[in-house]
C-alpha cells in the first residue's frame, strides 16, 4: 500500500470483468502490500458470472478479531469477508 495509506480499494469495472474473462486471462493480482489478492481464471470466471455490476475489492485492517483469531493468524494478513 502507498505510505501512509491505512486501506486500499480496487475497483474492476463489468466491461473491464468481461474483457479479462473474454479474453482468457488466466489470473489477476492486486497488490497492495503487504497484502496481495489473487484470482485464477476459474475465479474470475465465477466472479463474471454472480456479478450485476462493478466489483468493489477491500483490503483494510481489521482491529476486532478475538485473541484466539490473532494467535490462529499470527503475522499473516487475514482476509475477511465484507
Known amino acids: 500500500m502507498p505510505r501512509g495509506a491505512t486501506a486500499l ?3 474492476l469495472t463489468s466491461s473491464s470483468l468481461n474483457s479479462l474473462v473474454d479474453a482468457g486471462v488466466t489470473s489477476l493480482e492486486l497488490n ?7 484470482f485464477d481464471k476459474k475465479a ?4 463474471h ?4 455490476g462493478n466489483i468493489s475489492i477491500a483490503i483494510v485492517p481489521n482491529a476486532n ?4 483469531a ?3 493468524i499470527g ?8
Open 70 to 72: 490473532k494467535t490462529m
Open 9 to 11: 480499494t480496487a475497483t
Open 65 to 68: 478479531l478475538s485473541d484466539a
Open 32 to 38: 497492495g502490500s503487504p497484502v496481495t489478492v489473487s
Open 44 to 47: 474470475l470466471a465465477e466472479i
Open 49 to 52: 458470472k454472480q456479478s450485476t
Open 75 to 82: 503475522t499473516r494478513p487475514a482476509a475477511l469477508p465484507m
